[in-house]
């Protein structure tokens, strides 16, 4: 053997792939050892078709469509359904598309180096087309990048082997599918029944019932006081914006008399902690649910609730909700009562392993100040023809209109088509089947339109607690132009139109920018106007229209965060003296808050925003999340550094 990585790889094969080839210094020798032993257990042949490989002998791969899984185990006379059934590769023969097909790895990467730069260096400097970008984990020296077909993976394998970048050299070769997480996990359940499992493990998966697992991955708070849920979130906030002080000064060393200043203030945290505001409503506080169809583990009925656990961890069953108490009952009415139609259907739920079948999803949306309910029924088409989607809308429309589904009192039903989405193509949009196109819902005295796809914060009483601590903790005036980045139906910045002098949303979806101009009319507000597009693409233009002296943005992004060339143009914009982050993920705002703080280079112009008071807001009870808002300004470095100068010299 040349090294021990050979061994390595043997010993965890199942589950971690080449995980020691990502180690090992011998990469050559090790990689042909790899090989040869993977050939003698993983290729599989059959009576007529030898298996062919590719490429010089010394570094040749299996055809990764003649393997058998994991187990690695040649087929004996097995049943050709039972084989696909127990192949983790199976899925790259289905029509469906999936980027796994056309999947390369880049190595040789340099130490320092973001997502974006290398996106930017495929697809705008080098042409290639990529589609998904898969880096293993933070700082590593590889990473997997996906295609849409095999002549632009062989297009980019030419163009990135031995390509220099930032005095690198990369290589790049075709990389193996990752295997499917359902199969996998069932697989491996298969070979622990056949050999035995420990007894502590066996108790551990096996011992808690449905219910239980559906409250622990949706609900674990469910049985513990609300003032102890609180108590907690406060400390976990505490313990992130500890950590966020450390990173700061790591992003920039200039920051660290300030943090110190800040740290001894406020008890060792880097701003301001103001104590968490408990929502007014801790039960049935969700106005919008998105409930899956699928099978009832348990019963093997099909079921209207939750996963019990994601696709990637292995699961695919689905449990009801009855027994969840965030959800109001109205919607578990609604989703009972579309269960009873989804079981009398002769068309089948959705299958995500093998991804036939048809009924998918419904999304329900409460108002909880009119009590009106949308709801939006999603089915993949597969292959019916336009005549039977016509008649499967009109059966829908004649279940809510006048059968059992009555006495949900719908207020508003759209269908949708859920698709994989593909490069190039839009998505059918949805389609008004009956009632109103819209519901309202009324937030601090303003009346909202709110229409199916449009984001709205969850829990309406909440957002009320969360809205006036962004007004506490800025401050506007009339002096101040609000600029509202992912503004959605503009609930924030009307909120806000009253304090101020003038009020810009911007947001991706023009569905959510017409209900941001039509609240702005029903409620007879004219310092608002709304632009659609996507924050890193028209943020420089829509501040350029910011005439007021004092400029504050508010950011509510997605749960990602802001995207980089976003916050990029925010501290570009020098106008920008203070902003207002709120982040549903603290944990992972992380990195946007720090990089608000980096010192002034080519790419961060303008004096770093740093963080000055922060407050949590619950608007998730019986979870483990929680909403953070942070308020940040400028900070003048040369004047803190002058400061520090005056201090010494006192001392001294």
Sequence with gaps: MTCFGVWYFWLVHNFKDYAPLRRCSCRSECRTVIWKMEESVSIIATDKEEVGLTGDTQTSK????????????????TDAEEIGRDNPYAYLDRADFTSEKFKIEIRGLPKFYGIGELKR?????LK??????????????????????????QNALKALDGYIW???????????????????????????????EDEAKKQKTDGSSQEDRLKASTIPFWNIPYDKQIEQKQENIRQMLMKMGYDMVKGNPALKPWVDQQKSKYNGLPCELWDIRASPVCDGYRNKCEFTVGVNEETGERTVGFRLGSYVRGFTGVGPVDCLRHIPGRMKEAAKTFEKFVVASN??????????????????????????LMLVVGMHPQSLSQEELGKVKNDLKNFFENGEGKTCNVSSLYFQHILKRQAGKELPPLEHLMGDTHIYETLLGLKFRVSPEAFFQINTSAAEVLYNSVAELSCPTENTTVIDICCGTGSIGLCLAKKCGK????????????DAKSNAEINGI??????????????????????????????????????????????????LGKLVFLSCNPTAAVKNFVDLGRPTSKTYHGAPLVPVRAVPVDMFPHTSHCELVVYFERVDLNQLRKTQELKQTSLS
């Design 347 to 372: 068309l089948g739920v959705f299958n995500p392993e093998t991804h036939e079948g048809y009924w998918r999803q419904l999304t329900a949306r409460l108002s909880t100040d009119s009590d009106q």
């Design 503 to 514: 009020v810009l949303g911007l947001d991706l979806l023009a569905q959510a920018v017409d």
């Design 121 to 125: 260096l495929l697809n705008e400097k």
């Design 166 to 196: 930032k005095n690198k050299t990369l290589t790049a070769e075709i990389a193996k599918p990752a295997p499917d997480p359902l199969v996998k996990k069932r697989r491996q359940q298969t070979h622990e029944n056949k050999y035995g």
């Design 526 to 575: 004219v310092n608002c106007d709304f632009f659609v597009g996507k924050a890193e693409d028209i943020l420089c233009s829509v501040m350029n229209r910011a005439v007021k002296e004092d400029v504050l943005a508010v950011v509510d992004p997605p749960r990602a965060g802001l995207h980089q060339r976003a916050l990029v143009h925010l501290r570009r914009t020098e106008k």
């Design 62 to 77: 299996p055809n990764i469509q003649d393997m058998n899984g994991e187990d690695n185990q040649p087929v004996k006379n």
């Design 128 to 153: 290639l087309g990529s589609n998904k970008v898969k880096p293993p984990a933070k700082g590593s020296y590889w990473v997997y990048v996906c295609f849409r077909s095999e002549e632009d993976r």
